[in-house]
């Protein structure tokens, strides 16, 4: 792998995780403060905002990811330079168009759920959320031409200090002012990225006919690709348990949702150069280069995320009361279900960018429309019987069922085969992990446990690692190469790590 497409990957996952990171302990903060039932609405109301925002996106995002850098790769600077001023024209028509829509269905449809918050104004909470919404279409449009541009250097200084500000705001606000004072965090997090989208109003719109026809295609098939995947892989469910089971069954799911999401978004921000990556490939006719770098990056991100994922699932008894209250206990069983099916689900991304990067979009929409059918005949079907339960049952079906989908047609019709070896040798040293974990905190109990199975559960998973030799499967000789191009100061510890996790025998020459 290329040395700026490393750098680009660990820039772009930086500034991700400074604004999951933010995003993860206000909401820990926010639902201590707020409670169930407050919580609820909240979320109810990020729900109705996060959709609408995905709505107003037609496909934006990923045209800007997909054709700035195949137009710079290929030399045509000056499409590239027209495409971004076209699109950024067009979003912020599409930003105003969603505010009315949106403030027309919070204020009607959602009325009883916004009603229903303690202590705040239903109109002060729209109008906080309509105020977050145009601003957050504003910066995610500047923030994707930096992605496109693979400027992630940027990126990772506008999202940390970003991250920040949003940290700061939605403690403060929700202590302050409940509801309108969370939301008020959201509002500030997108403030910075926000004020330079004049940057890209500067920038003339001109757009050959031939490119707007391949554009526009490719932008419609995205966009509805977005919104079938917002909802399949959103929180949906939250409207199916606010209408049968009521606003603190919401909160509980809610903060399980945050338990898993906190692994669920790694592999995005990891992979978060990836399809600017494929896209160039793509451009460049280099298809070979393309399926290795396929396979070497899901693995990688699979011995990350699977025992992430088994290991929290292992400790939500412990984990979810510590960070969220003791108000939240009926969450454990459904954060438990949700990272287990999340571990198999977030393995997908790597299919969906090299589709997304190869103009598969078609199938894409067809994927995910399955799986939004998926999720109203199970939400109607589980939620009002089950409850809790039912929507964490119903997410986790729908949302692996999908990504089975997506990667049997990756195997079968593009003949790029997922390093299965590797995934079941990962997946195995990641479910003994889990298992001394959960038998550790079951068997001693308390937040005193987590000191014991956190250490017990890493050190089975890295032993596991090396009997198994997961890393040769990986990629043959990756040990050999880390220590090569490791900066010589770090080489030491690179090397030592190597000789731990890898067998002398499967290290490569």
């Known amino acids: 792998m290329p040395p700026s497409f490393i750098r680009n990957t660990m820039l ?14 206000g909401n820990a903060i926010t639902a201590r403060l707020l409670g169930p039932d407050d919580l609820g609405v ?13 709505v107003a996106g037609l496909g934006i995002g990923i045209v800007q990811q997909r054709f700035i850098p195949k137009l710079r790769a290929a030399g045509d600077d000056d499409e590239a330079d027209g495409l971004i001023g076209a699109t950024t024209r067009l979003s912020i028509l599409a930003a105003v168009v969603g505010t009315l829509l949106l403030f027309a269905y919070l204020y009607w449809p959602g009325r009883e759920a916004t009603d229903a918050g303690s202590e705040s104004s239903r109109d002060i ?18 923030q994707f031409y930096l992605r496109g541009e693979q400027r992630f250097g940027e990126l990772a200084r506008l999202s940390a200090v970003s991250a920040l500000i949003k940290l700061v705001v939605i403690t403060a606000g929700a202590w302050f002012f409940g509801i309108p004072g969370a939301l008020a965090g959201y509002v500030a997090g997108n403030l910075l990225p926000a004020a330079r989208i004049g940057r890209l109003l500067r920038i003339k719109p001109k757009v050959s006919p031939s490119l707007r026809q391949e554009v526009t295609r490719f932008a419609l098939t995205s966009w509805a690709t977005a919104v079938l995947g917002g909802l399949v892989f959103g929180r949906t469910e ?7 089971t009521g606003l603190e069954a919401v909160g509980f799911f809610a903060a399980a ?11 995005p921000l990891l992979l978060s150069a990836l399809l600017p990556r494929f896209s160039e490939q793509h451009g460049l006719g280099a298809r070979e280069d393309m399926h290795r770098l396929y396979r070497t990056m899901t693995a990688l ?13 292992a400790l939500a008894p412990v984990l979810v009361p510590l960070l969220f209250g003791s108000a939240f206990e009926n969450s454990v069983p459904v954060a438990s279900v949700l990272l287990i099916a999340a571990a198999i689900s977030s393995l997908g991304v790597t299919t969906f960018y090299l589709l997304q990067s190869i103009g598969k979009t078609g199938f894409l929409l067809m994927s995910n429309g399955i799986g939004l059918l998926g999720t109203l005949a199970l939400g109607f079907l589980l939620v009002p019987r089950f409850g809790l339960m039912g929507a964490a049952w119903s997410r986790g079906i729908v949302q692996v069922t999908v990504v089975l989908i997506e990667t049997f047609y990756v195997t079968r019709r ?30 001693w109990g308390g937040i005193a446990s987590l000191w014991i ?37 770090l080489r030491p510890l690179v090397s030592g790590l190597m000789m731990l996790l890898v067998p002398a025998d499967r290290r490569g020459p």
């Open 125 to 142: 909470v729209i109008a906080v959320a309509l105020i977050w919404f145009i601003l957050w279409r504003m910066a995610e449009v500047y």
């Open 238 to 244: 939250v409207l199916f348990l606010e209408h049968y």
């Open 12 to 25: 772009g996952f930086g500034s991700g995780a400074a604004v999951a990171l933010a995003g993860f302990i």
């Open 414 to 443: 593009l003949n790029v085969s997922p390093p299965y070896r590797a995934l079941a040798a990962i997946a195995l040293a990641a479910v003994a992990q889990a298992g001394v974990a959960y038998g550790i905190v079951l068997g």
């Open 257 to 267: 949702v945050t338990v898993a999401e906190m692994a669920v978004q790694l592999p």
């Open 453 to 489: 199975a956190i250490p017990a559960a890493v050190l089975t998973f890295l032993v596991a690692i090396r009997l198994l030799a997961v890393i040769p499967m990986v990629a043959p000789g990756i040990p050999a190469r880390l220590i090569d191009r490791a900066p010589s100061r």
């Open 301 to 313: 991100i699979a011995m990350v995320i699977v025992p992430l994922c088994l290991g929290l699932a």
């Open 42 to 54: 909240l979320a109810y109301v990020v729900f109705c905002v996060t959709i609408g925002s995905m």
